[in-house]
């Protein structure tokens, strides 16, 4: 076992700094070890340290310059210079050449083997410059994709890869249906969804049109108008990439794709079918692998409501729960903590309806109602098979929620959302439910309510000054704070949609006190459970958006958008 008397490097460093504790330093050492990954890259992973913190230290300790990655325009990194390989085997990025010098995004210095590497490769002199762990993270998983075959497959000829598994024999003949046109129109609006960064996709017949949307950021918008004789072909194809059958029309389908769009990257896509009044509607859910490893920091938590989520997740046992409409990012923030928690040592299962992100390490079941397998036999068989940790997709009924209850108040921790509008609701709800207050009171141990709001684009946004003192006062902001607020609006650029650019997350995160559980044993409502938060001085999803505003991350209209005062 490490001692504090033999950490050395820029481990101690960071320990004498205040930077990272001493058992977190002694824990990221044995897990690199193991793992055979940088030191640096441990503690990110691990979200034990916040890594913008330990770049400003590095860079001032180093006398290196510090680079933000986000100012990085995607056409100054020399792609045709340095192989991929390299590329993907160093924890450093080529970021910008100048003339015979090329400068390497680094995120710890003490490594010299990258710089030397691309030095051997190039011919160049290099320079370092230092960067967030986490964003190098983020830019070398974009430059291996962007250096794929992705580009370049855009042209009608190029078929994607579907992967779908041993799935047996479709249940019709799909004879007529791989039409070339139909295929690589198809793969084209995949590939464009994609690269768009939407979310879903909305194939939808009507009687005189036939439209396509996409929803980018959260709002719907429309990309295609297809000749109204292509959809039932369109829809066809869908539905035998997805192994669904294509000879029933008359009720609602679900299937899955998984397409291989690059040498390193899958993506897959939840698909529903649903018989409309001139055809069947397809929604297509696109499935990142890759959001639930982004880490904690990257999902838009503030300090304070990081920190309750991270004591939550250290608990043995207990129940968290994470609560919002369709499309608020819950799933993500039941991955990113299951990614956290995901260790070898720990023993993770999850009921899901269906499994949306695909994470090594832990045990995922698809619940299939037709068959018997419901949450709550899911659940059953989970505690017949030594678990630590239990996600269960949804809490839908009393059965579900009572044997989730009693996991967690029996030694495990139990990771779950529910439907509601925010965290004190979500209490009353397992209530209406027919869970005994009690079994709420001593079982629920954090509530997480979200919505997923649009950023504003970093490149085009200007200060907002048109918003007069007492406007800001209605919407929420506090008279000591609002002749100082620097509030910024949306204008629109090449770089983003109409504005904005990817989207935050907004958050009410409610640790259950003491005095909460009273109120539930009382029978207290929703009610009586906010004014108690609200003395606990618990944000509200109000107040988290507003902060988001007055950070300059979102603009107020956006917070108007996606909360309500």
């Not at 939407?198 to 009507?206: N, R, V």
């Amino acid at each position: 076992m490490t001692t504090s008397s033999t950490l050395n490097g820029i481990a101690r460093q960071l320990v004498n700094q205040g930077l990272v504790n001493e058992e977190t330093a002694i824990k990221a050492i044995e897990h690199c070890k193991k793992s055979k990954t940088a030191f640096l890259s441990s503690l990110v992973l691990n979200d034990s340290v916040n890594s913008k913190d330990i770049a400003h230290y590095v860079a001032s300790d180093f006398g290196l310059p510090l680079f933000d990655l986000a100012t990085l325009a995607p056409e100054s990194i020399p792609k045709d210079l340095i192989k991929e390989e390299l590329i993907n085997s160093q924890n450093a990025v080529p970021i910008a050449q100048r003339g015979s010098r090329l400068f390497i995004a680094i995120s710890d210095p003490t490594n010299n083997e990258p710089l030397e590497k691309y030095k051997f490769s190039s011919g160049l002199s290099v320079e370092a410059v230092v960067v967030d762990e986490t964003a190098l993270a983020e830019l070398r998983s974009r430059v291996l994709d962007q250096s794929s075959d992705l580009d370049e497959g855009l042209d009608e000829s190029f078929d994607l890869e579907v992967d779908n598994g041993d799935m047996g024999d479709l249940d019709a003949d799909d004879s007529g249906i791989d039409e070339t046109p139909v295929v690589r129109f198809v793969n084209k609006v995949l590939l464009d969804a994609i690269k768009k960064g939407a979310s879903d996709i909305h194939i939808e017949p009507y009687e005189k049109i036939f439209r396509i949307r996409f929803r980018v950021d959260g709002v719907l918008e429309e990309v295609v108008h297809p000749p109204l004789a292509m959809a039932g072909r369109l829809t066809a194809r869908i539905k035998v990439m997805s192994r669904m059958d294509i000879s029933e029309r008359r009720v609602p389908q679900d299937g899955r794709i998984k397409l291989k769009i690059s040498k390193t990257k899958a993506i897959d896509f939840r698909v529903n079918t649903c018989p409309t009044l001139f055809g069947e509607k397809t929604v297509l859910r696109i499935l990142d692998p890759s959001s639930a490893q982004l880490g904690i920091d990257a999902l838009g938590y503030e300090p304070e409501q990081k920190k309750l989520y991270m004591d939550a997740l250290a608990n043995p046992y207990g129940m968290i729960l994470v609560t919002g409409p369709t499309g608020s990012g819950k799933t993500v923030s039941l991955y990113t903590g299951l990614n956290i928690l995901n260790e070898p040592g720990t023993n993770i299962s999850t009921a899901e309806d269906p499994a949306e992100i695909n994470l090594a390490g832990i045990n995922q079941v698809n619940v299939n109602v037709k068959a018997g397998l419901t949450f709550a036999e899911a659940l059953k068989s989970f505690l017949r098979q030594d678990p630590d940790v239990i996600m269960v997709g949804e809490i839908r009924d009393l059965e579900t929620a009572s044997i989730a209850v009693k996991a967690a108040q029996t030694g495990h921790l139990v990771l779950s959302t529910l439907h509601t509008n925010d965290a004190p609701q979500t209490l009353s709800r397992l209530i209406n439910m027919g869970v005994p207050p009690f079994n709420i009171a001593t079982a629920v141990s954090l509530i997480i309510a979200q919505r997923l709001a649009r950023r504003l684009c970093e490149h085009c946004k200007v200060p907002d000054t048109d918003l007069p003192r007492e406007l800001l006062l209605q919407e929420g902001f506090k008279e000591e704070t609002v002749d100082e607020l620097n509030i910024f609006k949306a204008v629109g650029c090449k770089k983003c949609n109409n504005g904005y650019k990817g989207r935050v997350g907004i958050y009410q995160v409610m640790k259950i006190s003491e005095e909460i559980s009273k109120i539930i044993m009382a029978g207290g409502n929703a009610i009586d459970i906010a004014s108690q938060a609200k003395a606990e001085e618990i944000p509200d999803l109000r107040e988290s958006a507003l902060k988001k505003v007055a950070q300059g991350v979102m603009s107020l209209e956006e917070a108007n958008r996606v909360t309500k005062d």
